[in-house]
């Protein structure tokens, strides 16, 4: 097949003036080159797009692909990642990953969560909180943890993120709203285990392929999973796999459930954390995950689990391609 790829490079925003923090979900060149040479050899014939502009003037220019690989995580408001998507299902181009309403949902944590907590499955309570007065008004139980509502890659958590207080909450808040200009989700805070669980697959082919538990280290913010530490995971990070007994059972179940629940599509990594009983919570889910081939943690999960970056990427690709026949 002649496949696209589209994706935000870092190094390309940064040129252009963006911040560090701004360009923090978007990819490095490394991944766009890893995964052009991973099509290639497995036999297909890789495009570069990139962004979703620039699929827009190649679309009206009259150029086609048999099938598109999509990473571009958008740029601007909450709905930024369904863009791609969304113009391809426009112009009837088959594409990896979820489709534009599954995009725009999951990007938006608190409306992820409610559809996760009416389907029954575990996640902390929360608010949604859009100005200093409903932060004033919160009333979960304190310890808290708030963090912007529409944002990945850990951006705007900080070691301030775990409220303790009342004071501490409205300041934290009155700071997100500002600096990212949209609401706040403010959840119990859970003080249990964290994992991350990789899946793959459409529908009842998805599985998952494994599981691994992130350990952030005293020293670095408070063990709190903040983008400085996951941009510096080789020294403030411990990653390990879980031993194959019932509480990983547990989070797998919860993980693939929520998978199934939220309609995803090809691949998707989920956030897992357990609460003061040690029972497994939804935190958050990606339906766009890194693909970094060492350093995002779908492919270090991938690794883990014995499947190659070729056999990962080749799974995804065979996942949407069953699409592709049923066409």
């Not at 119990?188 to 964290?194: F, K, Q, S, T, V």
Request: negative net charge.
């Amino acid at each position: 097949m002649i496949i696209g790829l589209t994706y935000d490079l870092r190094s390309t925003y940064l040129a252009q003036g963006f911040s560090e923090d701004e360009v923090a979900e978007f990819d490095f060149d490394e991944t766009v080159e890893a995964l052009e040479a991973t099509i290639r050899g497995l036999g297909h014939t890789p495009v570069r797009i990139g962004t979703a502009k620039e699929l827009c003037r190649r679309l009206v220019a009259g150029e086609r692909w048999d099938l598109v690989y999509n990473l571009a995580e958008g740029v601007r408001g909450r709905a930024r990642e369904a863009q791609v998507p969304c113009l391809l299902e426009l112009y009837e181009i088959p594409y990896t990953c979820s489709d534009p309403l599954v995009c725009a949902l999951t990007l938006d944590k608190a409306l992820t969560k409610r559809v996760i907590r009416d389907a029954g499955l575990a996640t902390p309570r929360f608010v949604v909180v859009t100005s200093e007065a409903e932060a004033r008004a919160c009333s979960l139980p304190y310890p808290l943890f708030a963090k912007p509502v529409a944002e990945g890659t850990g951006k705007g958590i900080t070691n301030e993120s775990r409220i303790v207080d009342h004071e501490q909450l409205v300041r934290v808040c009155k700071r997100l709203l500002a600096a990212y200009r949209q609401p706040v989700l403010v959840e119990e805070y859970l003080p249990g285990r964290e994992f991350t669980v990789g899946i793959v697959g459409t529908g009842a082919r998805a599985r998952v392929i494994g599981t691994m538990e992130v350990e952030v280290l005293a020293e670095a913010d408070q063990a709190i999973y903040s983008y400085e530490n996951k941009e510096q995971c080789d020294t403030r990070c411990r990653y390990s796999t879980p031993p194959r007994d019932g509480l990983r059972e547990a989070v797998e179940e919860l993980a693939l459930h929520a998978f199934r629940v939220l309609e995803c599509r090809d691949v998707a990594r989920v956030d897992i954390r357990l609460d003061g009983r040690g029972r497994p919570a939804f935190m958050e889910i990606n339906p766009l995950p890194g693909m970094h081939p060492t350093h995002s943690d779908l492919p270090m999960i991938a690794a883990r689990a014995g499947i190659s970056f070729e056999e990962l990427v080749g799974m995804i690709i065979a996942s949407a391609s069953e699409r592709l026949r049923a066409r």
